[in-house]
């Protein structure tokens, strides 16, 4: 009446943030049911678990079943079946609404088949049950950090060993792990359980560097008898890898390999016997390499991550029979310019960079001792240093493990997690 917008504005987020409470209100419960409609469609309502939109739905129509029942399928499309566990929709398909309507019915029986496949790539979970965590794999171990909370949570074991060339990929929400003897496997977020994947192999027999661009996957191979790199782009359609293009730039093995945008970074790696500064990018769009400025230090596996503009490289060994680095820098895309920055605590190589919430993290790879590196570090731009952050558990389960990690950084549900026991320290 007013046209008090501010106070729309923190009215609707106060009711998002506290839809539970809010729905059981007998102001809700007496709305019509194209107003409950818009509440629950709405992609910002924060709930526990998915599962209770559905219990909402039901305690409306109760209200009224007689009259409100005929809303039932209007407001059932909502729910986001694709977030509800497998024991509660075998529990929703016996549901006396969902069963008198074929609609209904229909989707649950397709809900039902598509556990820990692609459909439930179609749906989005809402803001309120997004969580992003810190997923660490070695071995077959799988542990997911929240760096809020300083906890370490123990995830379903992979299907097979992975080795120190394994590469963790997020795609669409779901992990994606490359090791270079084994099939490809996916692990769901949503069911906490890992998957073969027999359609998507290792693109090549040898070593090659995996990652995701503009929704797509693509492989970077090195054959250093030929001095050639090939790009290859997986095809959905035909299940296999298509080579884009094969030339003799960008062909050095041990570079760190980072996607930002449509291009593809290719940093360091061994160039004439030993490790370079060089650096160089590839276009996705022209399919083409274009030259960039050199790194400020030669080093070959290397490890980096793109956020906010920036390229960001860690790490890796000075020269093919050297040392550990611990030296980090940071490429400027608009500037085309590197700069040193802040050391880590302790060199590695090999390892994982991940931004979360704008903060970068490193976890994994080998120290200067060739062990492999259980601590996890974090950087404070403001300080320009880095800071050791936390451990990864896994001695706490296998006190005499000795395969190195890998990290990436992952969406869950906070109803999953909520299920997960917390890994003491």
Known sequence: MYQCDELITNTRKFIHANFSSVAEMDEFLNLEAKEVERWISSNDISVAVEADVFEIVLKWIEQNKSERKAAFEQLFRH????????????????????????????????????????????????????????????????????????????????????????????????????????????????FDCWSTLDHLKWPTKDPAKVTVIRGE??????????????????????????????????????????????????????????????????????NKWEDIASMQQARGHAFGVATEGKIFVAGGRRGYWGSCLKTCEMFQISTNEWQLIGCLKAPRENGSMMCLKGTLFVLGGSSVNGENDLNVECFDPTEDKWMEKTTIPVKMICGDYKDSFTGCVLKFSKGVLDKLDVVKK
């Not at 803001?127 to 760096?147: E, S």
Request: glycine share 6%; with cysteine.
């Open 79 to 190: 729910v986001r079946l694709a977030f509800l566990s497998r024991d509660f929709l075998l529990d929703v398909v016996t549901n006396e609404l969902v069963e008198e309507n074929f609609d209904c019915f229909k989707l649950i029986s397709k809900a039902l088949k598509r556990t820990a496949s692609e459909e439930n790539l179609l749906q989005s979970p809402r803001k309120g049950l997004d969580t992003r965590a810190i997923v660490a794999c070695g071995g077959k171990y799988t542990f997911c950090y929240l760096p809020e909370k300083d906890e370490w949570k123990r995830l379903a074991d992979g299907l097979t060993e992975r080795n120190d060339d394994t590469q963790m990929i997020n795609y669409r929400d779901q992990l994606y792990a490359f090791p270079s003897v084994y099939k490809a496997e996916r692990y769901d977020p949503v």
């Open 217 to 286: 996957f693509y492989s970077l191979e090195f054959d250093t008898s030929s001095r050639k790199s090939t790009i290859k782009r997986f095809n959905v359609e035909r299940c296999s890898w298509q080579t884009v293009l094969s030339s003799r730039e960008g062909c050095r093995s041990g570079s760190c390999v980072v996607a930002a945008g449509h291009h593809l970074y290719v940093c360091g790696g061994r160039l004439e016997g030993d490790f370079a500064a060089i650096a160089e990018r590839f276009d996705t769009v022209e």
